[in-house]
């Protein structure tokens, strides 16, 4: 039953089909130098056209300290994370990605989220496996319902690639039975979803959604867009990050059918936004999806103000706003990624009034114990005297709001 639904790359067919790659012959002759250089030396079988082919891509991802070894040079500590029984979350890089940060140092900032450290091992205070309580939300194996209007349907466990600072790290990538999304857990979320008119937002995430082949997800969708009180649905995805050749005209063609649909894309860093992922956002835009992004903050990757507003801008200019800046869970094993609230403060303080407003997301802390998504911000309100408010701006400055009939005295 599993392997109907989970797309693995042991049986990902890799027929050309009309419309199943990203990029026309012209796009891919533009591949720049150092990436070929990539692929020449690492897949030397390959073409360009298989690097623009995402099931390609999704086959010979890299999934182990061999396959790693022989791509990167390895510090002891991203060895010793390998060592005895190992991380838990399994690792899995695209090509694609990979080639982002070939012959990059341990410290560069997209390695950090891809390669595995010593301190993944490590079992920090607060830090637990499932942080935000989904598993005690769970009416049915694939719905988490926290907030009252919206669920989230989980599709399946398989992702791209699988970031180190993971939240749902207990089922993304994993073989447990309880977390196999498969033609009988799908059945039962739509039926939960249509039993309860409350429901009018449906988050599809996973893992990956996107990851999930074209006749399973425009299954998906119709089975969704089919309930009626189902008015808008969601997709989260890392997709246009690590593996944008999956946006194809046949996906693009298959979305555009199940209008209002929303996209919430995970970048982490600017150097994401590539040509390719430029080119997976604006065909998104073009097919009217709404594309907002949702960015972890990350200790030594993007906890820099100045590395969030260039990852802001970047978006921007390919149409994606950003929308939710998160502190990083507590989920085991993450402590190494985790910043101080404070920091995150400060960052939103250094974003707000020195950049457009649309480049500004919303800080939130998603509460461990199941308490939802939180928004914190900078005080921005020195206090009242009679009938005024007072006001700090950007700049520290502070002005007077008239407000007499609010008056507390
Ligand atoms: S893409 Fe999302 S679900 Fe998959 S590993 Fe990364 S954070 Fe987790």
Not at 75 to 80: A, I, L
Not at 342 to 368: C, N, Q, W
Not at 372 to 381: A, D, M, S, T
Request: charged share 25%; net charge negative; with cysteine.
């Amino acid at each position: 039953m599993r392997r109907d639904i989970i797309l693995d790359d042991d049986d990902v067919p890799l027929e050309e089909e009309p419309g199943g790659s990203q990029t026309s012959e012209e796009d891919v002759a533009k591949q720049p130098s150092a990436v070929s250089f990539f692929y020449k030396r690492f897949f030397p079988e390959s073409g360009p056209a298989d690097h623009q082919n995402w099931k390609w891509q999704t086959r010979n991802s890299i999934k182990d300290l061999k396959q790693l070894t022989e791509i990167f040079t390895l510090t002891e500590d991203e060895v010793s994370a390998f060592s005895n029984s190992g991380v838990s979350l399994p690792v899995r890089i695209t090509p694609y990605y990979a080639s982002l940060f070939y012959g990059k140092e341990y410290d560069n900032p997209l390695r950090k989220t891809m390669i595995p450290r010593k301190d993944e091992l490590i079992v920090s205070f607060g830090e637990s496996g499932d942080p935000l309580c989904e598993d005690h939300m769970t009416p049915v194996p694939n719905i988490v319902h926290r907030y009252p209007d919206r669920v989230l349907f989980l599709a399946t466990e398989f992702c791209g690639a699988y970031c180190r600072y993971c939240t749902r790290h207990r089922l993304v990538g994993q073989d447990h039975d309880e977390f196999r999304f498969n033609a009988l857990s799908w059945d039962l979320g739509i039926k939960y979803i249509e039993s309860h008119s409350e429901i009018r937002d449906v988050i599809i995430s996973g893992g990956d959604p996107l990851t999930l082949d074209d006749f399973k997800i425009n299954i998906l969708l119709s089975r969704l867009r089919a309930i009626p009180h189902v008015e808008i649905i969601r997709i989260g995805t890392k997709v246009p990050a690590v593996l944008p050749q999956r946006i194809t005209p046949r996906l693009i063609d298959i979305l555009k059918k199940y209008h209002p649909l929303f996209m919430s894309l995970h970048f982490t860093h600017p150097d994401e936004i590539t040509p390719e992922t430029s080119l997976a956002c604006k065909q998104l835009a073009d097919a009217g999806i709404p594309l907002g992004s949702q960015t972890v903050l990350l200790k030594g990757i993007n906890n820099d103000y100045h590395v969030l507003k260039d990852l802001y801008h970047k978006l921007l200019k390919i149409r994606v706003r950003p929308y939710y800046l998160y502190q990083c869970d507590p989920v085991e094993g993450s402590a190494h990624f985790r910043t101080p609230v404070k920091e995150g403060l400060d960052i939103m303080a250094h974003l707000r009034g020195f950049t457009s407003g649309y480049a500004v997301p919303t800080y939130v802390i998603d509460a461990p114990g199941g308490g939802g998504k939180i928004p914190i911000l900078p005080e921005y309100v020195e206090g009242r005297d009679n009938d005024y408010v007072y006001l700090r701006n950007f700049e520290k400055k502070v002005f007077k709001y008239p407000d007499p009939s609010h008056k507390t005295d």
